[in-house]
T-cell receptor
Framework: SQTIHQWPATLVQPVGSPLSLECTVEGTSNPNLYWYRQAAGRGLQLLFYSVGIGQISSEVPQNLSASRPQDRQFILSSKKLLLSDSGFYLC?????????????FGSGTRLTVV | GQQLNQSPQSMFIQEGEDVSMNCTSSSIFNTWLWYKQDPGEGPVLLIALYKAGELTSNGRLTAQFGITRKDSFLNISASIPSDVGIYFCAGSHYGGSQGNLIFGKGTKLSVKP
């Protein structure tokens, strides 16, 4: 069966520090991968998505970047965090091809920039 | 970009009440999905709808894909405390895994004080 792992679960970082959040998927190959951000109790904002290794599409210009160094690994990074980067970050994957309709989400990372 | 209008934004429920929420779009969708997010967790898929007019149930939850293909609703019957959370609708203009899902802004269910 397929599983998605996202870590860390919570993170408190000072302003100006770097960020690296990791997401890995197991039990599938060539998934579509997504990074979302959610402000407290609010909607889901798509940040990046990837349809293959090294292929990254950015939805919103911002202080963040994403990379996909391996088929089932998706990394969200920042060189210098801002206060406004605080939020709940969710990784998701989607099966490609037949039957690939819904996304499966990870359990999220709560990031607080102080 | 494309927006989904989800309503209500929030609602309070009393145990045993039925709950209804809906999503509308200005354009046609080929797939409608409903997710629930518990506090501090990622959204979990509840129901997926693939054909106009389709009515699908998952326990006390029932969702329908509107005939016009521009709307969908979710009903929860006889609500219980664990139904609290944020419910998101999502739609796709395409079949299969093409394109990205478009999410509504969510309906937050809370227990009536």
């Amino acid at each position: 069966s397929q599983t998605i792992h996202q870590w860390p679960a919570t993170l408190v970082q000072p302003v100006g520090s770097p960020l690296s959040l990791e997401c890995t998927v197991e039990g599938t190959s060539n998934p579509n991968l997504y990074w979302y951000r959610q402000a407290a109790g609010r909607g889901l904002q798509l940040l990046f998505y990837s349809v293959g290794i090294g292929q990254i599409s950015s939805e919103v210009p911002q202080n963040l970047s994403a990379s996909r160094p391996q088929d089932r690994q998706f990394i969200l990074s920042s060189k210098k965090l801002l206060l406004s980067d605080s939020g709940f970050y969710l990784c998701a994957w989607r099966k490609t091809g037949t039957g690939g309709y819904g996304y499966t989400f990870g359990s999220g990372t709560r990031l607080t920039v102080v | 970009g494309q927006q989904l209008n989800q309503s209500p934004q929030s609602m309070f429920i009393q145990e045993g009440e039925d709950v209804s929420m809906n999503c509308t779009s200005s354009s046609i969708f080929n797939t409608w999905l409903w997710y629930k997010q518990d506090p501090g967790e990622g959204p979990v898929l509840l129901i997926a709808l693939y054909k106009a007019g389709e009515l699908t149930s998952n326990g006390r939850l029932t969702a329908q894909f509107g005939i016009t293909r521009k709307d969908s609703f979710l009903n929860i019957s006889a609500s219980i405390p664990s139904d609290v959370g944020i419910y998101f609708c999502a739609g796709s203009h395409y079949g299969g895994s093409q394109g990205n899902l478009i999410f509504g802004k969510g309906t937050k269910l809370s227990v009536k004080p």
